[in-house]
Every structure is written in structure tokens, then in C-alpha cells.
């Protein structure tokens, strides 16, 4: 199994930034497929962003493309969300996410994280 823990959530201004991080456990950590999910109050889990083992990033929502950047450090065994330019709409609790093969909105994770709350007050 794999063990999720997030980090680095709070509130924040509109225009401003946070970095989230996601530490993951076990030695299989590179073999997943790893994703950012964000949930608001009354909406669906959104899928946000994935990226592959060697860093391909494998979806990008167009509500967040160009300014949030997903990363991984394998070495480290942790998952990062740059949130940049951040608006109102962007308040939700973030999920970090693992699937062991393609993750998309079609293709949910096996694993979560217990989540972060990001508020962006305007």
C-alpha cells in the first residue's frame, strides 16, 4: 500500500502562491502514477493535475493550465502542486492521489491523502 500525507495548504490572497506537498511511503513510490485532486463544498472531486514517474505530466485541468505546475521527486518520495496567480474559484480541501497505471478523470486513484485546505480569499 501506499501512505499519502499533505502539506502546505492555508489561505492566501488572490494573485498570490502556495506550494503544496504530498510525502509518500514505500519503495514502490516511482512505479505510480501520481495527481493533485481538489474538492469544494457541494462539487465533485476534480481532478487537477498527474504526472508520470519520469515526470511527464499526464493531465492538466483547463481551469488551472498554466498556472499550476505538478512535480515529483522520486528521491525524495515527494509529489509537489506550484499553485500560482491563485483566484477565489481555486478554494477546495486538495488531494494528493496515486494509481498504479494512467490516472485521468476516467481512471480514479487506488490511494489518497487525507487533504489540505486552500482558501483564496478575494
Known amino acids: 500500500q501506499v501512505q499519502l500525507v499533505e502539506s502546505g495548504g492555508g489561505l492566501v490572497q488572490a494573485g498570490g502562491s502556495l506550494r503544496l506537498s504530498c510525502a509518500a511511503s514505500?519503495?514502490?513510490?516511482?512505479?505510480?502514477?501520481m495527481g493533485w485532486f481538489r474538492q469544494a463544498p457541494g462539487k465533485e472531486r476534480e481532478l487537477v493535475a498527474a504526472?508520470?514517474?519520469?515526470?511527464?505530466?499526464?493531465y492538466d485541468a483547463d481551469s488551472v493550465k498554466g498556472r499550476f505546475t505538478i512535480s515529483r521527486d522520486n528521491a525524495k518520495n515527494t509529489v509537489y502542486l506550484q499553485m500560482d496567480r491563485l483566484k477565489p474559484e481555486d478554494t477546495a480541501v486538495y488531494y494528493c492521489?496515486?494509481?498504479?497505471?494512467?490516472?485521468?478523470?476516467?481512471?480514479?486513484?487506488?490511494?489518497w491523502g487525507q487533504g489540505t485546505q486552500v482558501t483564496v480569499s478575494s
Open positions: 492521489a496515486a494509481r498504479l497505471g494512467n490516472m485521468s478523470p476516467q481512471r480514479p486513484p487506488e490511494y
Open positions: 504526472i508520470t514517474w519520469s515526470g511527464a505530466r499526464t
Open positions: 514505500g519503495r514502490t513510490f516511482s512505479s505510480y502514477v
